[in-house]
Each structure stands twice: as structure tokens, then as C-alpha cells.
């Protein structure tokens, strides 16, 4: 069978490779004359025979829509078009409509399996229509593992449902990424333990945490055990943030796929304006000195080493900042006025109920 891949980047190329090792025929365009195979897409679309099959593989978004738009006047009846990018569900519907007015059928397909998808085959998630997945099953057989179909492949539904089953695989992945980078640090935090790495590969056969994902942290961590000059900056690619927008729009609770995003918007933070916010309140309402952000990364520097336990963290505090001691010193959020707490620490004034044990801070 002969495929048109539009897009060959670290993906793209590696599927081109893939689909070749399988014995079809592929003529993949890129913008990057030195991989690509055609000079141009209609060079490209020239050279297929009809019915003809093109898979789009670049970036989401107006990139895909302009190109599926351009194929739509360049492609013929009968013929086929895949996205097979990490396009948003809702974009498949008007994708489909516009090609489909020219006669030309579509199938959103959302692909996983990274860099390692070369050799051990990508999962495929497919939707659109049943005659058109046949169209494309010798190319979707190629891609996907060896094995039985049905465990690397689906046809998840009508048009849309390929990218919908993938962006919740990409959520789903996200909070399971997250969970071992906790599970991470925490050893990394125990003194008794002398071996982080050992222990995720203690992990990787016979547990009920063992995953591909756990493998890919034990090579990690092989290679760079204590993550030295690992920037903690982490993008997300979308998908995380549509699957969390769905669970709102269906009102189906995912605090876990939802904290691991929001973990990520964290780490671009060089400065958080939510806990500023939290360390002026703690000002206000307890008297507690508010820190200047250079005695706040003094602060974080020495934290980074450990720190055993909340009076811990408060030592830390007190010896970095001396509280005045003089009531007529404090700041204007002068515990005098800040009424009953919600712990037992003393606020200065007389101490009202409390709701509980702990700490104001």
C-alpha cells in the first residue's frame, strides 16, 4: 500500500521508518527539504495512486487546519485523510465536514509511544467511519505492536472519538507521571534510605506499580540519579488541560489528573503570587513578619536539604527573621486584631476557641 506522510519530525520520521520495515510504500513531505521525500505536497499527492491516503502529522492546532485545509483542494474523491497529531477532539467534526463536501474521507487517530514507537510500535487510537478504517487497517497494522490488534488498536467511535480516547490516555499519563515523581522525592527525603534508584527497579517486575512509565524512570534515574542540573520547568502539551475541561463539562471529579497539571503550571513559577498572597495574609491575621523574596530563597536553599518537620520549618523562619518583640512593633496585622484562630498557637491577644490543634500557620 502506498502512504502520503505530511510532517517528519521526531514522530513522523520514526513512522515513516516503521511503515517502510513493513513492506508499503510511503512519500513523506517536509517542510525540511533534507528529509523529505517530495519537493512539494502536491509533488507528494502527484505520485499516489488513487484511492489515495495521507497521513497529517504535524503540529496541532492552525498548522494541522491549514494543511487539511490544502489537502482538501488538492486531494479527489474516494480518497483519505488521517490526523494522526495531538489535535483537540472538537477540531475533528469541521475537519471531517470540509473534506468531506470534496468526497474525501477522515480519520482522527491519536498516537502514542514516543521515540520508542520505531521499534516496539505505537498505540492507535481510532475514530471516524468503519469503511474508512479499513481503508487504512494495513497502515494502522504496521504501526501498531505485534500481537493480537485489539492490543494496540481501537476503533474508539464516530469521528473525534480517536483524539478524545487519547487526550484522557495523555491525562491519565499525567497523574501517573506525578505519582512516581512524589514517590521520588520522599525517598529522596528519608535518610534511611540509601538507594532511590534501586528502589524503583525493585519496583519494575512483580508489583502492582510496574508500567512502562516505571521503566522509563528506572533508565532515568540510572542515568542521572539525583537529577543533577534537571531544570523542574515542565510544559504540558494540552491534552492535560482538555481532559480536566471535560471532567468539568461531564461533572466527573479528577482531582488527581487535575493537581498533576496544576503541578506542572506550578513549576513555571519562579515566584508564586498565590503564596506571596498566603505569606501577607499569614502577616495580617498572625502577626508572623512577612520575608523579602532574596530572605525567601534563603530560606528555600536550606529547605531543599530537608526539613524534618513543621517546628522544623518554623526554626527556620525564626532564625532568619527575628519577630519584633515590642506589640507596637508588629506589623499593622498586629495579632490584637485578628480575633479567634483556627489553632492553638497564641496570636497575641486572648486566646478565643479554637477548631482544632494546630497551627495558624
Same mark, same amino acid.
Given at each position: 500500500m502506498q502512504l502520503g506522510l505530511i510532517g517528519l519530525g521526531k514522530m513522523g520520521g520514526n513512522m515513516r521508518e516503521r511503515v517502510r520495515r513493513a513492506g508499503h510504500e510511503v512519500i513523506g513531505y517536509d517542510t525540511d527539504p533534507e528529509v523529505s521525500d517530495?519537493?512539494?505536497?502536491?509533488?507528494?499527492? !502527484?505520485?499516489?495512486?488513487?484511492?489515495?491516503?495521507?497521513?497529517?502529522?504535524?503540529?496541532?492546532?492552525?498548522?494541522?487546519?491549514?494543511v487539511i485545509s490544502d489537502l482538501a483542494d488538492r486531494l479527489f474523491p474516494g480518497d483519505l485523510?488521517?490526523?494522526g497529531g495531538n489535535s483537540r477532539f472538537s477540531d475533528d467534526v469541521p475537519n471531517a465536514e470540509l473534506l468531506g463536501a470534496k468526497g474525501v474521507g477522515y480519520l482522527d487517530c491519536g498516537v502514542s509511544g514516543g521515540i520508542w514507537g520505531l521499534d516496539n510500535g505505537y498505540g492507535l487510537m481510532c475514530g471516524g467511519d468503519a469503511e474508512h478504517v479499513e481503508q487504512a487497517m494495513p497502515i494502522f497494522d504496521a504501526l501498531r505492536p505485534e500481537g493480537p490488534r485489539d492490543e494496540g488498536f481501537v476503533h474508539a467511535g464516530a469521528v473525534g472519538a480517536g483524539h478524545y480516547v487519547k487526550m484522557v490516555h495523555n491525562g491519565i499519563e499525567y497523574g501517573l507521571m506525578h505519582a512516581y515523581a512524589e514517590g521520588y522525592e520522599l525517598l529522596e527525603k528519608k535518610d534511611i534510605v540509601t538507594?532511590?534508584?534501586?528502589?524503583?527497579?525493585?519496583?519494575?517486575?512483580?508489583?502492582?506499580? %510496574?508500567?512502562?512509565?516505571?521503566?522509563? +524512570?528506572?533508565?532515568?534515574?540510572?542515568?542521572?540519579?539525583?537529577?543533577? !542540573?534537571?531544570? !523542574?520547568?515542565?510544559?504540558?502539551?494540552?491534552?492535560?488541560?482538555?481532559?480536566?475541561?471535560e471532567g468539568i463539562a461531564n461533572a466527573v471529579p479528577m482531582p488527581v489528573i487535575s493537581a498533576s497539571l496544576f503541578?506542572?503550571?506550578?513549576? %513555571?513559577?519562579?515566584?508564586?503570587?498565590? +503564596?506571596?498572597?498566603?505569606?501577607?495574609?499569614?502577616?495580617?491575621?498572625?502577626?508572623?513578619?512577612? +520575608?523579602?523574596?532574596?530572605?525567601?530563597?534563603d530560606l528555600r536553599t536550606e529547605a531543599a536539604k530537608g526539613v524534618a518537620s513543621p517546628d522544623a520549618s518554623a526554626a527556620q523562619e525564626e532564625r532568619k527573621i527575628a519577630r519584633p518583640t515590642d506589640p507596637t512593633e508588629a506589623t499593622k496585622g498586629d495579632a490584637t486584631r485578628a480575633g479567634p484562630t483556627s489553632g492553638t498557637e497564641s496570636t497575641g491577644g486572648s486566646p478565643g476557641p479554637t477548631s482544632g490543634t494546630g497551627s495558624t500557620g
Open positions: 517530495a519537493e512539494s505536497v502536491q509533488a507528494m499527492v !502527484d505520485r499516489l495512486e488513487a484511492p489515495r491516503t495521507v497521513w497529517v502529522m504535524v503540529p496541532a492546532g492552525k498548522v494541522t487546519r491549514e485523510v488521517i490526523d538507594d532511590v534508584p534501586g528502589a524503583f527497579k525493585a519496583w519494575s517486575r512483580g508489583t502492582v506499580v %510496574r508500567s512502562w512509565l516505571l521503566d522509563l +524512570m528506572v533508565t532515568a534515574l540510572e542515568d542521572n540519579p539525583e537529577l543533577e !542540573d534537571v531544570s !523542574d520547568y515542565t510544559a504540558d502539551s494540552g491534552e492535560g488541560r482538555w481532559t480536566v475541561e503541578a506542572r503550571f506550578a513549576s %513555571r513559577q519562579q515566584v508564586s503570587p498565590a +503564596m506571596q498572597a498566603v505569606a501577607a495574609l499569614r502577616g495580617q491575621f498572625g502577626g508572623h513578619q512577612v +520575608m523579602t523574596v532574596a530572605e525567601g530563597e
